[in-house]
């Protein structure tokens, strides 16, 4: 059972009991109307309170059954609620925590809805690209009016019951004396009382939409919405399906809600969004680390370097509350790591997104020093310093000397080998890889780098820390580059080709951002500093030499062009100005380089552009994913999702791979192979079986 069925002197009480959120699946719907005909059925029963179990109303739809034919199995949520909506007994919602999704739909179909301030009220379908599909686009119009109900679904965010409080959507919103679910409970109980006897059953189907001159309204939020959703088709399908609430029946607008809904789940989009959904979720799941394994105290964090990497990582620490010790070798660079935090928190000051008292608070959680001694009690430690082994090397060295027994020794290498880092202390298994993605603060991806001695208890308290600091903890297992720079090599690799044989910047970047990257490869590396690429790249030159790269990126930088830092990159930038200006001279050094390496250039249509980069990333993806490097295709998606600026309704590379037919990826890489540097696209083997057998990376 997944709901209980107690009876409280005439009133009886459906008790939604699924944890963590009482999500409404098979179970608990079979048991909320197997517990609404008792009472029908019960001559002693006057009226019918649902309330929630534990930490919330119910948010929705049970996500373990989301995708499966469970979700539309009878009793469907639909026929839940028209239970509800049909009884001839007084229904009442009672509301605390969270309210969401098909759980508020459920309220809407009760005759009378009662909550405790600080609900959390919201219909969030939009955001996995999909409509309320229980009723919610015509029922919530009818309570809290048209335009507050076009807001709340095409935004798809929470708003408090207390700010509903003097809508029709509550009937009353319980204030002082009411704290917890058992005191929501008496209140609901005393409110059952009162309208017991109350005829003819108020029903929210029976309201009209009120709202003059919609026609004009309507148009207008169109419009707008159009213009803000992008490539997503979800928020103006939501806007055209609560219109029906005003132009069409009751029963008419269910059944175009109901349309809608299977149209917007059948789209790319929202496969896309759902995948991305569970790929979340999934990325904190690590089959060897139990959820129950015990994790480490972090109330004091060391970061070591106050550079760009370094001040960032420390904002995420301070953000959450965490002291950090910044420690720097100059005194000089130290002071400027420091003010470069307090400028950045400043500007968000300024823009209204930081209080004065939330400012000082977070400014007041960083001291600096310039001794190892002085961070010897943190809980963990994030080293930042020069991609350089010989520089890790040293610090780890002096890591290992000072800090206390139990201390986490977290390297932000985005490429270097974590295993070789650890053997630099005598305390392998404290050390694992934290690769934070710039700038730090704002960026949600965080790659972490799991060791072979790295214990389990150090890896649970990593994802559990990336949690509080807001991030995506993606596992990956120890290579060069790791998962995500691992595959970035070879899409930069097919960008500087692509240059050599015809393109230019701003045509290869307009194509891949037209395909939905949040920008190009070449704006890309303007952005993340040209000169960091350059410097990996000669590591490579020598540690793998059979490699062979395009020479046009060591050409940029030999002009001294690093990319925006220094005004100048693959474009020109202006001070206060982040647009990228195209170059004639750097355009006119690709053209000559290629005369100089005998490339007759040709036109490049954007078709290739696109396959030849999202295909390089898919194919070292699934070698990635053989190895074992990444647990999971969905994790790849993930940190290209959050990490990489891959477009969110592509769904990831492995996932857009899959939409397209491995089969068809494949039959493009081996056209590419007949081109220049052909051995570039030799076919991951994985990709090669799935292929063969007809599936995906994410069957």
């Known amino acids: 059972m997944s709901a209980d069925y107690v009876v409280n002197g005439s009133v009886a009480v459906i008790t939604l009991n699924n944890p963590p959120v009482n999500g409404l699946g098979l179970a608990t719907r079979t048991a909320a109307v197997e517990g609404l005909r008792r009472a029908q059925a019960d001559a ?34 639909h026929t839940l609620i028209r239970v509800v909506e049909e009884s001839h007994k007084p229904t009442i919602a009672a509301i605390h925590s969270v309210c969401m999704g098909g759980g508020l739909e459920l309220a809407l179909g009760c005759n009378y809805r009662v909550a405790l301030r600080g609900a959390q009220i919201a219909l969030p379908e939009v955001k ?62 005393t409110f059952a009382g009162k309208v017991a006897a109350i005829r003819p059953l108020p029903k929210v189907r029976e309201r009209k939409v009120d709202y003059p001159n919609h026609e004009a309204f309507l148009q207008f939020t169109r419009n707008t919405v159009k213009a803000m959703s992008g490539p997503f088709p979800a928020p103006l399908e939501c806007v055209d399906t609560v219109a029906a609430s005003v132009t069409r029946t009751f029963d008419d607008g269910l059944k175009f809600e109901r349309e809608r809904f299977f149209h917007l789940i059948q789209t790319p989009e929202s496969k896309s969004l759902r995948h991305a959904f569970f790929a ?46 910044l420690l720097e070798t100059q005194q000089e660079a130290l002071d400027k790591g420091i003010a470069t935090i307090r400028k ?87 050390v694992v890889g934290t690769h934070f993605f710039s700038p730090a603060n704002v960026m949600k991806l965080l790659e972490i780098v799991r060791g072979k001695a790295t214990s389990k208890d150090v890896l649970a308290t990593t994802l559990a820390l990336s949690k509080k600091l807001k991030k995506t903890g993606v596992v990956s297992g120890v290579c060069d580059g790791f998962i995500g720079n691992r595959m ?39 952005l993340a500093g040209n000169d960091i690429g350059w410097y990996i ?33 693959w474009y020109d930038y202006k001070p206060g100005d982040r647009k990228a200006y195209a170059n004639p001279a750097v355009n006119q050094m690709i053209v000559e380089h290629s005369a ?40 790849i998606d993930m940190v290209y999702l959050t990490g990489y600026g891959f477009p969110l309704f592509r769904g990831g590379p492995m996932f857009y791979a899959d939409t397209v037919g491995l089969f068809n990826v494949l039959m493009a890489m081996e056209k590419y192979a007949k081109g220049r540097h052909g051995d570039a696209w030799a076919p991951a083997p994985l990709l090669v079986r799935l292929a063969a057998e007809g599936k995906g990376f994410n069957s």
């Not at 001694?373 to 060295?397: C, G, P, S, Y």
């Not at 053989?626 to 647990?631: H, K, T, V």
């Open 280 to 325: 979340e979720r999934l990325a904190s799941k690590v089959p060897d680390v139990p959820a129950d394994t015990p994790t480490r105290a972090i109330r004091q964090a060391a970061i070591i370097g106050a550079g760009t990497m370094g001040g960032g990582i420390a904002m995420n620490f301070v953000n959450a509350g965490i002291p950090v010790v």
């Open 596 to 635: 100089n390496i005998g490339v007759e250039r040709r036109t490049v249509s954007d078709q290739e552009i696109v396959e030849r980069l999202v295909y390089s990333l898919v194919n070292e993806g699934a070698r990635i994913l053989d190895e074992g490097i990444a647990m999971r295709a969905s994790d």
């Open 488 to 526: 970035i090599e070879q899409y930069s690799r097919q960008a500087g080709f692509l240059l050599e044989e015809g393109c230019l910047p701003e045509q290869v970047d307009a194509a891949v951002e037209k395909f939905g990257f949040a920008m190009g490869p070449f704006r890309m590396g303007d």
């Open 128 to 189: 996995l690209g999909l409509l309320p599909g229980a009723g919610g686009t015509q029922r919530l119009p009818r309570l809290v009016g048209l335009e507050m109900a076009i807001n709340m679904i095409v935004s798809g965010t929470p708003v408090l019951s207390e700010n509903l409080a003097k809508t029709a959507l509550f009937d009353d919103v319980f204030d002082e004396g009411a704290q917890s679910s058992a005191d929501l409970l008496a209140c609901a109980l």
């Open 344 to 430: 950045n928190y400043e500007n968000t000051m300024k823009k209204g997104k930081l209080t004065q008292e939330k400012f000082d608070q977070r400014i007041g959680l960083i001291r600096g020093t310039l001794s190892y001694d002085d961070i010897a009690q943190a809980d963990i430690v994030v080293e930042a310093v020069f991609e350089d082994m010989n520089v890790k090397e040293t610090v780890f060295r002096q890591l290992d000397a000072v800090m206390k027994p139990g201390a986490i020794l977290a390297s932000n290498t985005s490429t270097l080998d974590v295993d070789q880092i650890a053997g630099f202390t005598s305390r392998p298994q404290d």
């Open 44 to 77: 002693a029963v006057t009226a019918i309170v649902i309330v929630g179990a534990g930490k919330a109303f119910s948010g929705g739809a049970d996500i373990k059954e989301f995708n499966s034919p469970k979700a539309l199995a009878e009793p469907s949520l």
């Open 537 to 569: 790249r000669k590591r490579r030159y020598l540690e793998r030499p059979e490699i062979v790269y395009s020479k046009t990126a060591d050409l940029l930088c030999e002009m001294g062009r690093f990319g925006q830092k220094t005004g100048a990159g």
